[in-house]
Nanobody
C-alpha cells in the first residue's frame, strides 16, 4: 500500500487561506507519474460523512472537483518533489475537518480509493 503523508493542517481564522500538502515518499525515486494515476483529497467533518473534494491526474495535471469544493479549493501537483497540494481559500467554520490525501480518487468513491493518508486536522475558528 502506498504511504501518503499529509501536513499543513492548523487553526485558521474565518476568511483565511491554507495550503495542505500530501507527500508520497518514493524510495525508488521513480516519481509520482510512474506510480499513481490520480491523487486527491477527502475530508471528514465532525458528525458528518466523509466526502470527496478534489482529484488531480498526476500525468497531465487535470483536476476535478466535487460540488463541495468548487470555487474555493484548488489542487496541484509537483511531480519532481512527489507532492500534491490542496489550497483552500476563504475558509469557513464548516471547513473544519480532518483532511485526507488519497489515491485512485477519480470517481470520489471511498470504496475505490487505493490508499489513505493519516489525515491532517484543519480547524476554522475565531
Amino acid at each position: 500500500q502506498v504511504q501518503l503523508v499529509e501536513s499543513g493542517g492548523k487553526l485558521v481564522q474565518p476568511g483565511g487561506s491554507l495550503r495542505l500538502s500530501c507527500a508520497a515518499p518514493n524510495p525508488a525515486r521513480s516519481g509520482l507519474i510512474l506510480l499513481y494515476d490520480t491523487i486527491g483529497w477527502f475530508r471528514e467533518a465532525p458528525g458528518k460523512q466523509r466526502e470527496g473534494l478534489a482529484c488531480i491526474s498526476v500525468r497531465d495535471g487535470r483536476s476535478t472537483y466535487t460540488a463541495s469544493a468548487q470555487g474555493r479549493f484548488t489542487t496541484s501537483r509537483d511531480n519532481v518533489n512527489n507532492t500534491v497540494y490542496l489550497q483552500i481559500d476563504r475558509l469557513q467554520p464548516e471547513d473544519t475537518a480532518v483532511y485526507y490525501c488519497v489515491t485512485d480518487c477519480e470517481l470520489f468513491d471511498e470504496a475505490l480509493v487505493g490508499s489513505w493518508g493519516q489525515g491532517t486536522q484543519v480547524t476554522v475558528s475565531s
